[in-house]
């Protein structure tokens, strides 16, 4: 009897420490999540079949996916101006409804309250706590994830941004060029964060860490683990892999959203430019988040190709 409850008292252990997160460390990129990029004027190959289109206008875009911090602070301005609502251990926001075509299977999405993001769900990086939101320890500088469309058009909206449609997403991922890839036409193991990979942060913490911190492939050195540059034409990160990001589009007869980039789920022919997945807007994943795009600030002297700034 005493053998057997102390295999069990074993086993228990072990279970234990299996199953017990790490705890996370915040790791250093160098890459400032609050930097935009230009995307200037002009035509860019689209799709898999490198259609010529045209963007008649210059636009800015997030060179990152919006952080957990970034995140946090918008939850806690919104709350406290009332743009969102908590019930249910879910985010609330309002929403004015979609076009509607009444087309087979379509969905219609009238104005009201929809979804944001999930409180209670353990994949959120995100903690509510005494009435205030913030990130769980070492995911500052990570991507934000379980969040819903209309919970990233929330963002995009309270800061006069919006969420950057397929062609803006594309052109700022290709650049002018054809390659497959945001940096060219192979990716190595090490240039993103993709099934692949085996990124560091899971040899690290576990497999319970999925992602990577926004701009971590960028040629840098990390506890000896080297990374390649994973930067598109314009200076952007994580365009492929890490985290699917929503885009912004409301496409006719459907309902769906899509969302572009691959995840640290895929394989590598998903992180080619032009593969696109898609979800009802209310859906949330570990594996899904997003940028920003916007119209130019003004600068003093017009840049004559693509600019960072803040």
């Known amino acids: 009897m005493k053998t057997l409850k102390s295999a069990a008292l074993l086993i228990l252990i072990l279970v234990m420490n299996v199953s017990a997160e790490k705890p996370m460390q915040y790791v250093e990129t160098g890459v400032d999540p609050n930097a935009w990029a230009l995307v200037p004027a002009g035509e860019f190959y689209f799709g898999q079949h490198q259609h010529v289109k045209n963007l008649d206008y210059d636009y800015e875009i997030m060179i990152t996916d919006v952080t957990n911090q970034q995140y946090a602070i918008y939850l806690n301005e919104a709350l406290e101006k009332g743009s969102v609502y908590i019930e249910r251990d879910t985010i609330w926001g309002y929403h004015p409804g979609d076009n509607f075509d009444a087309y087979l299977h379509e969905w219609e999405i009238p104005a009201g309250d929809y979804p944001h993001i999930p409180i209670s769900n353990p994949g959120l990086r995100l903690v509510y706590k005494n009435g205030v939101f913030s990130p769980k320890t070492g995911y500052e500088n990570h991507p934000m994830v379980e969040v819903s469309w209309f919970g ?46 085996h ?86 994943s570990m594996s899904l988040g997003f940028r920003c795009a916007r119209d130019p600030i003004q600068m003093e002297i017009e840049p004559a190709d693509s600019v960072i700034r803040k």
């Open 199 to 284: 990124n560091l942060f899971e040899k690290m913490f576990g497999d319970v860490v999925k992602t990577t911190p926004v701009g971590f492939y960028n040629g840098k050195a990390y506890d000896g683990y080297q990374t390649m540059e994973g930067i598109t034409p314009y200076g952007l990160y994580d365009m492929a892999g890490n985290v699917y990001q929503w885009t912004g589009d409301d496409h006719p007869k459907v309902h769906y959203r899509y969302m572009r980039g691959g995840s640290y789920q895929s394989y590598e022919y998903n992180l080619r430019v032009w593969p696109r997945n898609s979800a009802g807007p209310e859906y949330t």
């Open 152 to 197: 990233a058009k929330a963002y995009a909206d309270f800061y006069g941004y919006r969420l950057p449609s397929e062609q803006e997403w594309e052109k700022a991922a290709r650049g002018t060029g054809t390659s497959d890839y945001p940096w060219g036409n192979t990716v190595e193991r090490n240039q993103a964060n993709f099934i692949s990979s």
